[in-house]
């Protein structure tokens, strides 16, 4: 880190666009605490004119008023060197965009999201719903976000869960994490404390998504799990060191934990929860959406069975009753058609006709982004960034850092 | 009933071709004892020549090698005339396809099954199996049949019901019965017998569906429920007095309870089970398959998530939690439709492609068959008869007694 100037580090980061320089990742620090997450306006004001350039623009009051409005007062406090030194002092750092471990190609989907959005402000969903990507991440934990996440699923539930939740949510946690997957959850007690106990015991990687600073774990009488997790997995959080959580902060953050997986498991949940909110932002994210079905007679199922049984608007949710369905679910097609290269041709037959168009989209040599394999194929870009995953896995497809092509023809086996 | 002498009562038969005479019903009676029910070449015999004809070929040894090899030996017995008065002596009567109190409507879908059934009789699915239409039915009770299984829907589930299971198929009969639905089951232990008690509780009618005579119901363990049921509601079965519950005549007789509802509802069932042929004869006659949900911990629900993932081969069964859910599969339509004749456009657009596809193929006079609707609107039989009843229900078409066509168009109201 260098020194307590922060206009110096931001003219140093100036110099080198783009590069995560010690300015940069400063400059992210102090927006993260004068923004709060899930402000679409704000976002689009950091992705329009750079990070450096927006913390210069809200310090001086040349910022849209819109903007300034946004921050306040926060505008003349600047405590982004304490932050991350804070962040540091408890082992965790602070993950920016411009990262290569930032998991860009999960949050891509928030990023899509946002752009459909209408610009004018009154519009805008409001925060608690906004499929915003974050501005940067603070991350608690020895592993690398983007490969945690990578093969990731969210198991999200009811904190006021019944002994048959917690006993789903702590087997599907095992197993998963024995098969190799990240359980990805809230923290919270009830399912989701079940679910990355489940993958602590089974010695797995497990990530904690909160929605207060990651040096200051909630709920206290999770403490001990927290910092277990942070030990071998993750502590994840938009908020900077110190944040409280705020209770409309857990809407807020629920969203990161749908986008972070390639799908989210509903154990046990009530008609109007937190876990049925993070489902519907999985769904609208193009992401799996899973339930486990329990008694009709459990009213702590209701929410469940209301995924599972669909509504007009919304596809129903997949019955996993086993940590296998669930696998099924989110890496069922890559396992299934990752078969030697020689059978290319099988494989082709096995897909969905939208993973075909999707396929036939991909260029050979130079990647494309999703938008543009959506246009190609005539789909929903959200379609396209649901079937890039199985596509991937099945070695048919491969991202080049900028886009999607073809992946290249096997050489010629010896012999 | 005429004399002891079968061949005079059959002479009488063949005067008046398609009445149901005391013949007619006295050669049925013979067939229930003669041929093993759900035997598709005997019924198809029976079909092509007629049931009088038929009883004069097998026992004068004139009819199709193959035929006498199913009725063996009985074709030498005749306790048709005491069968006959055995039922009566209990309450109970034969009704045959002649009569007009027969369900011929829902059974229809038995016919067309048969109908789809090659002719050889080697790929003929065995008679557990088959989808073949019943030659009578023995009941017993004071309902007719037509009218209860007009409106009905099947619960079935596993004898070895767990409390839960029990609970929920007794809710559901309690609840389906008030709102003026038939109970449809089998009579067994467990989910069945819960089903019945729940419908008996609420003053409403249930049918049980047996695999022995009417007069000796089985399990005895149920004997007071059982004439419980044939006091208020019906006890129907293929087989005549005094049969005894083989093992396998309880497949047989699944796809009667299948084939005498609009829907089946699967409580309990174990991964193979009875229930779970129940509820697969229902597909394949293009009934409901609804299932209701339980812990994935319980070997008890392993059937009904089944039912719920669906397979490559079935559509996935809808899940119900409540009977306000049944009666949205069954009769929700309906009611939704049953609308003011004055909105008949807005009930034609709430319809799917297919109900309106098949409305269209309605001619406005001379009704005509469900195949000739298949036939115009361009789909499978089955799936013209999945939509009828919901387009009878919103008094959109109408049964002519000999086929289908538009609802007359309502007279203009006064004032």
Redesign the interface.
């Known amino acids: 880190m260098s020194g307590d100037d922060l206009d110096a580090d931001l003219a140093d980061a100036a110099a080198e666009l783009g590069e995560p320089t010690p300015g940069l990742r400063r400059a992210r620090a102090w927006l993260s605490r004068a923004v709060e997450p899930g402000t679409v306006d704000a976002w689009r004001f950091v992705d329009r004119v750079g990070p450096v350039e927006a913390v210069r623009l809200i310090r001086s009051g040349r910022a849209p008023a819109r903007i300034l409005g946004l921050v306040g007062a926060r505008a003349q406090t600047d405590t982004s060197l304490a932050d991350l030194r804070q962040a540091e002092r408890c082992g965790a750092r602070l993950l920016i965009p411009e990262d290569d471990e930032w998991p860009a190609y999960l949050l891509h989907a928030l990023t899509l999201a946002t752009a459909e959005e209408p610009e004018e402000p009154k519009h805008q969903a409001d925060r608690t719903k906004a499929l915003v990507p974050p501005l940067a991440l603070w991350v608690r934990g020895p592993a690398r976000v983007d490969e945690l996440a990578d093969r990731s699923v969210a198991i999200v539930g009811s904190r006021a869960a019944t002994a048959?939740g917690e006993?789903?949510a702590g087997e599907f946690g095992y197993q998963l994490a024995e098969r190799g997957w990240t359980v990805v959850s809230g923290g919270a007690y009830g399912i989701d404390a079940a679910a990355h106990r489940g993958a602590l015991a089974a010695d797995g990687p497990t990530i904690a998504v909160l929605a207060c600073g990651v040096d200051r774990p909630y709920p206290a009488g999770n403490g001990a799990l927290l910092h277990r997790i942070a030990d071998s997995g993750l502590l994840v959080s938009e908020w900077p060191p110190g944040a409280a959580p705020h209770q409309h902060r857990f809407l807020v953050r629920n969203r990161l934990i749908a986008a972070l997986t390639r799908g989210t498991v509903v154990v046990e949940a009530a008609a109007r929860s937190g876990a049925m909110a993070t489902a519907h932002r999985a769904r609208r994210l193009g992401k799996q959406v899973m339930a486990?079905?329990?008694?009709?007679?459990s009213a702590m199922?209701?929410g469940c069975?209301e995924l599972?049984?669909g509504t007009q608007d919304a596809e129903?949710a997949?019955?996993v009753?086993?940590a296998a369905?669930v696998l099924d679910v989110v890496g069922g097609i890559g396992v299934d058609l990752a078969e030697p290269a020689e059978r290319r041709s099988d494989v082709r037959d096995g897909l969905s006709d939208l993973a075909r168009r999707v396929l036939d989209a991909c260029p050979v040599r130079t990647g494309v982004a999703p938008e543009r394999l959506a246009a190609i194929a005539g789909c929903e870009v959200l379609e396209v960034l649901r079937v890039l995953p199985a596509l991937e896995l099945a070695e048919l497809v491969q991202w080049t850092g900028t886009g999607w092509r073809l992946m290249p023809a096997p050489r010629a086996r010896a012999g």
Chains 1, 2 share one sequence.
């Open positions: 048959y006993h789903v486990v079905p329990g008694p009709v007679t199922s209701v069975h599972l049984r129903a997949t019955l009753a086993s369905h």
